[in-house]
């Protein structure tokens, strides 16, 4: 089976053909950073507008890179949800016209599932189950994936995504949005210990996040530095990074220890989303994997953050288990894990 998936849930517009036989066999991404760098965020209503003139061009140049045409497609996936709503339905808009005019079944796919599932289209795919913790602008979650459908949220963010969090603290800091690898990067040349941020909620039992406060903190820090243009400025804006990026860290690896310490039987540590491009969080979670025995696992960056490849993977399991949906256009902004079922196979007839 052959799907085309699309994803157009925030700042990314995508198209990937998932062959169900033979693998993936394009994919093609476009970010729209450059376009919301100017305000230091996403503005919802730009991005619904880049969504629309970008997506027909990247179907047509991801057909293009597979040596297919529209004809040779069994199916269609989007990104139903959670997300920008003007952004969702744009991508699901136009799958649903696409998949309705060529008598094709059309599937929505929960983006969250898309990144849970994002790992198995490396070789070798991790096995079922493992614990992912998703760490992006917009997420961060701890899950117990033990199989297609089946996902435990152990854990969340209460406010503040942890790349939302970088993202800000690199504002503060004059860096261009999305900052998280620049505010990384500069973080290289500060010295350890010398901001002590909070470790937010990591005394307590559960494995909920929460980085409002450390924004806070954040704040009252960069305001503290000694003035541009003074000669202990830019040691101390360096030092003031490797604090925040250290007190992050930290609170991520210190949940993620305690949900590998509460679910059995877990066979992995699959690491998801943008942040985890961030290489004192690797190498934070490789020790610990290796302190437990636990094999650790980071995705392609590619297929880490938002892509429509991980939305074809998901769609087409679920249109082979014999998914069908209505002839509706489906856009959650929000749509909780929890409330989906695995796929199940429809006996043949
Ligand atoms: O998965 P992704 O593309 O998420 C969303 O679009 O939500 O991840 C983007 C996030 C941004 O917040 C970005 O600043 C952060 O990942 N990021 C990093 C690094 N590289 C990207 N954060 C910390 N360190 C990095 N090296
Ligand atoms: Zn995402």
Not at 21 to 26: I, P, Q, T, V, Y
Not at 117 to 144: D, K, W, Y
Not at 151 to 163: I, M, N, P, S
Request: hydrophobic share 50%.
């Amino acid at each position: 089976m052959r799907v085309l998936g699309i994803e157009s849930s925030c700042d990314e517009t995508a198209a990937a053909i998932y062959d169900s036989a033979r693998g993936l066999l394009a994919h093609r991404v476009h970010t729209q950073a450059d376009l919301h760098a100017l305000y230091g965020g996403v503005v919802p209503e730009l991005a619904s507008r880049d969504h629309v003139q970008r997506v027909i061009p990247l179907v047509e140049a991801t057909l293009g890179a597979a040596g297919l045409h529209a004809e040779d497609l069994d199916g269609v996936a989007y990104t139903a949800g959670p997300g920008l709503v003007g952004a969702l339905l744009v991508g699901a808009s136009f799958a649903s016209s696409f998949a309705l005019a060529r008598g094709l079944p059309a599937v929505p796919v929960n983006h969250l599932e898309g990144h849970l599932l994002a790992p198995q289209l490396e070789h070798p795919a991790p096995a079922f189950p493992f614990l992912a913790l998703l760490v992006s602008g917009g997420h961060t979650m701890l899950v117990a994936v033990e199989g297609v459908g089946r996902y435990r949220v152990l854990g969340e963010t209460l406010d503040d995504a942890a790349g939302e969090a970088f993202d800000k603290t690199a504002k503060l800091l004059g860096l261009s949005y999305p900052g998280g690898k620049a505010l990384a990067e500069l973080a290289t040349q500060g010295a350890p210990g010398k901001h002590r941020f909070p470790r937010p909620m990591l005394k307590r039992d559960d494995l909920d996040f929460s980085f409002a406060g450390l924004k806070t903190a954040a704040l009252l820090a960069v305001r503290a530095l000694p003035p541009a243009g003074t000669a202990t400025h830019a040691q101390a804006r360096a030092d003031l990074a490797r604090g925040f990026e250290d007190a992050v860290v930290e609170t991520l690896v210190g949940k993620t220890a305690r949900a590998l310490d509460a679910v059995d039987g877990l066979r992995g540590l699959v690491v998801a989303g943008g942040v985890g491009a961030n290489l004192r969080l690797r190498d934070a979670l490789t020790a610990l994997g290796a302190a437990r025995g636990i094999a650790v696992f980071f995705p392609r960056l590619e297929f880490c953050t938002d892509n429509a490849a991980m939305i074809a993977y998901a769609g087409c399991q679920r249109l082979l288990a014999g998914a069908a949906d209505a002839p509706v256009i489906r856009a959650r902004p929000r749509w909780p894990l929890d409330e989906l079922t695995p796929p199940i196979a429809q006996p043949s007839t």
